[in-house]
């Protein structure tokens, strides 16, 4: 049995500890907004955040979390998309298939949060998570206005 908290709801699930925290949260808790892309913490899909941390949850066993860490998902970052990391990608249209988005939006968040004023460089750096589409101009551009729209 493991107790977590995600998007500031106590949750107890009965798995066994080496679940990876992606099934968890898609199979057990219902969030299938993220996704399993390549399951070793390599694409991103299932970027989430740890106490604001963007952590891949395929490659984390539910075990290594507590349930005093908050995990957010893209479901419990702004339930009405009012985020601006969220609105700056509808306003700039950066999704193509879309399947990575949630991932991409969590990691550029995550980004935010720690830097608030990241350089183009940094940005390219930060954002490791993988866009088959390749959509890679218009994440940075969104995480941008996402920028400048925080900083007023």
């Known amino acids: 049995m493991a107790r977590l908290s995600i998007n500031d709801i106590i949750r107890d699930v009965d ?11 898609r199979e057990q808790v219902g969030l299938t907004g993220t996704k399993y ?39 419990g970052l702004s339930p009405d998309l009012t985020h601006p990391v969220q609105k700056a990608w509808l306003e700039l249209d950066v999704p193509q298939c879309g399947y990575c988005q949630s991932g991409q939006i969590m990691a550029a968040t995550a980004l935010l ?3 608030p004023r990241p350089t183009e460089q940094q940005i390219r750096d930060e954002m490791t998570n993988i866009c088959r589409c390749g959509t890679y101009n218009r994440i940075k551009a969104a995480i941008e206005l996402a920028s400048n729209t925080m900083a007023g």
């Open 37 to 75: 892309g390549c399951g070793i913490a390599q694409c991103g899909a299932c970027t989430v955040h740890i106490d604001g941390v963007a952590t891949r949850s395929c490659a984390i066993p539910v075990s290594s979390v507590t349930d005093q860490q908050k995990i957010v998902t893209i479901e």
């Open 113 to 115: 949060s720690a830097n």
């Open 15 to 25: 798995v066994e500890p080496d679940t990876p925290l992606l099934w968890v949260i």
